[in-house]
C-alpha cells in the first residue's frame, strides 16, 4: 500500500503538482490586464469623442475667448451653426445647462470606467493540468474550455498599441471550429511565462523543475515605452532561442521573391485589360473620341487593378518582415510582422503534413517554400482566406538549406535512415532508378505535362506525393496523422483501368488526392497506408511529447 504524498498549502503546492513555472498556473483563477477592457473597446470610445471634440473645436475656442477674454472677442467671428452638435451646444449655451451638462458628462464617464471594470473583474482564467478554461460575462455569463491534450498550437500576438505599452495576446488553437480560447490580454512577460506553462503541461509534465526566478520587478510607464520601441527593431521572443539553430529570411530575398510574385500579377492585370477592354473598345467604338474613351477606360480599369497587386505584394511583406522559424523544446516556433508581431508556437505531433514547393521563376534563385495542413480552430471556416494562408505558410521563400531544415523541425520523428528527404528522388526527380510509383502511360490525356513525374511512395513513416514539372512540389504525410484512405473510380477511369487514391487529412492547402494511378497500384498504395497509419498511431506519443510511455 503506498503512502499518499503531502499535500503542501498555497499556490506554490498547486504550482509545483501541476508543472508551472509562473504564479499563474496553479490551478486557481486570475484575471487578466487592467487595461484589457480599454483595447477591447474602450480605443473605439476614445475615437469617438476625439471625433466630437474635433467637429466642436471651433466652438470650444470660442467659448473659451468668451469666458476668460471676453474684450479679446471680434464681431468678425463666425461659426458653422449647420452641424448637428454645434447646435445642440448652442441650445445648452442658449438656457443656461453648461453646468448640467456637464455634470451629467461626468455621470456618464464615471458609468463607463465602471462598466470597464466591472468587465475586467468578471473576466478570469485559470490553467491546471488538463485545462486552460476562462469565464466571462456579467449578466449573460459564459465559460470557454480548452484541453491541453488537444492544443494545435500557442500563437502570442502583439498589437503595435498594446505592444509599446508591454500588453500581448495569447491564444490557444483548438481541435476544431470555434474552439480557439484567447487570453487578451496579458503582461508580456506574463504572456510569455503562461505560453510557456501551457506547452509544458500539454507535453505530459507532471513536476516543475526547481529553478531559483529572480524576483520580477515593475517597470515604468517609460522603460516599457523604451523596450517596445527598441523591439521593433531588435525583435522579441527568442531568449528561450540558439541563435544558430533560427532560420531567418533576409530582407532582400523576401522583397525579390514578392517583386516577382508582383511583377505576375501585373503581367495577369495587363492580359486582362488587354483582352477585356482594350480590344473590344478598339474593336466597337468609332470616331474621334475613340482614343480617348480607350485611354480614360484603360486607366480606370488599370489603376484599381495596379493598387490591389501592390495591396497584395505589401501585405505579404509586411506579414514576412522579419521572418523567423526556430526550435524550442516545445515545438516550432514561426515568428513574424513589423509593427504588429505574431509568434506562432506549433507543438510536436500537431503538423498534419508538410509541402515543399517551387513556382518557376523561383528556379534560377534557388528558392523553394513550405507550408503545412494542421487543425485549428478557425482553420476549417476561413480555409480560403489570407488569416488562413498565413498560418499555413511556414517558409514564404528560402533557399534549399533553409526548406531542408524547417522540414527536419516540422517533422522531428522522421527515422534518421529514412530517405525521406532526399531530394534527387523527391523534390527534383525523378531519377534512374525511381522509388515512387509513377501514373502509367495510357493516363497521357489526364496529366500530360507531368506524366512521369506525378507519382506516390510509402515509407514506414509517411506517405510521399510528387507533383508538378513546371512548379515542382512535394508533400509529406506523416502516417500518424493519416485520417483514413480512399480509392475511386468514375465510369471513364474504369473503362482505363485508372483509379483515384487520397489520404484523409485535415483540411488545408496540401492535397493528399492523386488521380490516373493504376488500379492495382492504387489498391496496393492504400494498403500499405492503411496498415502503416494503425502500426504508426499505435507507437505514436508526439502527442504528450515530454512524457515516457509505458
Not at 474602450?42 to 474635433?54: N, T, W
Not at 505592444?163 to 487570453?183: F, N, P, Q, Y
Request: glycine share 8%; net charge positive; proline share 5%.
Amino acid at each position: 500500500m503506498t503512502t499518499p504524498e503531502p499535500r503542501a498549502h498555497g499556490r506554490v503546492a498547486q504550482l509545483l503538482l501541476d508543472g508551472g513555472s509562473s504564479n499563474l498556473a496553479d490551478g486557481e483563477w486570475h484575471r487578466l490586464h487592467p487595461l484589457t477592457p480599454l483595447f477591447k473597446g474602450g480605443l473605439v470610445f476614445i475615437i469617438v469623442l476625439g471625433i466630437v471634440f474635433a467637429n466642436l473645436r471651433d466652438r470650444l475656442i470660442y467659448l473659451a475667448v468668451r469666458l476668460f477674454a471676453p474684450h479679446e472677442m471680434s464681431s468678425e467671428i463666425e461659426i458653422d451653426s449647420d452641424d448637428p452638435i454645434t447646435r445642440a451646444l448652442d441650445w445648452v449655451i442658449g438656457n443656461n445647462l453648461i453646468i448640467l451638462v456637464l455634470v451629467g458628462l461626468i455621470v456618464l464617464v464615471a458609468i463607463v470606467i465602471v462598466c470597464y471594470w466591472l468587465v475586467w473583474r468578471f473576466q478570469q482564467f485559470r490553467i491546471t493540468d488538463e485545462n486552460v478554461e476562462v469565464k466571462k460575462g456579467i449578466i449573460f455569463r459564459s465559460q470557454r474550455r480548452a484541453p491541453l491534450d488537444r492544443v494545435q498550437g500557442v500563437n502570442l500576438t502583439r498589437p503595435f498599441p498594446a505592444r509599446l505599452i508591454g500588453m500581448a495576446k495569447l491564444t490557444l488553437e483548438g481541435a476544431g471550429t470555434g474552439a480557439d480560447v484567447a487570453l487578451e490580454y496579458l503582461a508580456t512577460n506574463r504572456a510569455e511565462q503562461v505560453r510557456a506553462d501551457i506547452l509544458r503541461l500539454a507535453s505530459g509534465v507532471r513536476q516543475a523543475k526547481a529553478e531559483a526566478r529572480a524576483p520580477e520587478q515593475q517597470a515604468s510607464v517609460g522603460d516599457t515605452l523604451s523596450q517596445g520601441v527598441t523591439n521593433i527593431i531588435d525583435g522579441v521572443d527568442n531568449d528561450d532561442v540558439v541563435p544558430e539553430t533560427v532560420v531567418r529570411i533576409p530582407l532582400g530575398r523576401l522583397i525579390g521573391s514578392q517583386a516577382i510574385t508582383g511583377l505576375l500579377w501585373l503581367m495577369f492585370f495587363f492580359v486582362m485589360i488587354v483582352a477585356f477592354v482594350i480590344v473590344p473598345v478598339a474593336i466597337f467604338e468609332d470616331g474621334t473620341d475613340k482614343w480617348i474613351i480607350l485611354l480614360v477606360t484603360a486607366l480606370s480599369t488599370g489603376i484599381p487593378m495596379v493598387i490591389a497587386a501592390v495591396a497584395i505584394v505589401w501585405s505579404a511583406l509586411s506579414k514576412g518582415f522579419r521572418y523567423s522559424i526556430a526550435p524550442t523544446p516545445d515545438g516550432v516556433r514561426v515568428s513574424s510582422g513589423l509593427l504588429t508581431t505574431v509568434t506562432r508556437t506549433i507543438p510536436p505531433g500537431r503538423v498534419h503534413a508538410v509541402e515543399v514547393s517551387q513556382n518557376l521563376l523561383w528556379r534560377p534563385f534557388g528558392w523553394w517554400s513550405v507550408r503545412i495542413n494542421r487543425m485549428g480552430g478557425q482553420q476549417a471556416s476561413q480555409q480560403n482566406s489570407s488569416q488562413a494562408a498565413t498560418a499555413a505558410m511556414i517558409l514564404p521563400v528560402g533557399t534549399r538549406a533553409d526548406a531542408e531544415r524547417v522540414v527536419s523541425l516540422l517533422l522531428p520523428a522522421a527515422p534518421t535512415g529514412d530517405q525521406l528527404f532526399v531530394w534527387e528522388h523527391g523534390v527534383l526527380g525523378p531519377q534512374s532508378p525511381d522509388p515512387f510509383t509513377v501514373i502509367p502511360k495510357r493516363s497521357f490525356i489526364w496529366h500530360w505535362l507531368q506524366r512521369g513525374r506525378l507519382g506516390v511512395r510509402v515509407t514506414s513513416f509517411a506517405m510521399l506525393v510528387r507533383r508538378g514539372r513546371l512548379g515542382r512540389r512535394l508533400a509529406v504525410f506523416p502516417l500518424a496523422r493519416i485520417q483514413g484512405v480512399s480509392v475511386n473510380q468514375g465510369f471513364i477511369a474504369r473503362t482505363q483501368r485508372l483509379a483515384h487514391l487520397r489520404a484523409h487529412t485535415v483540411p488545408g492547402p496540401v492535397s493528399g488526392g492523386v488521380s490516373a494511378l493504376d488500379m492495382h497500384d492504387a489498391q496496393r498504395l492504400a494498403d500499405l497506408v492503411g496498415r502503416g497509419a494503425l502500426a504508426a498511431a499505435e507507437n505514436d506519443h508526439t502527442h504528450r511529447w515530454a512524457s515516457t510511455p509505458s
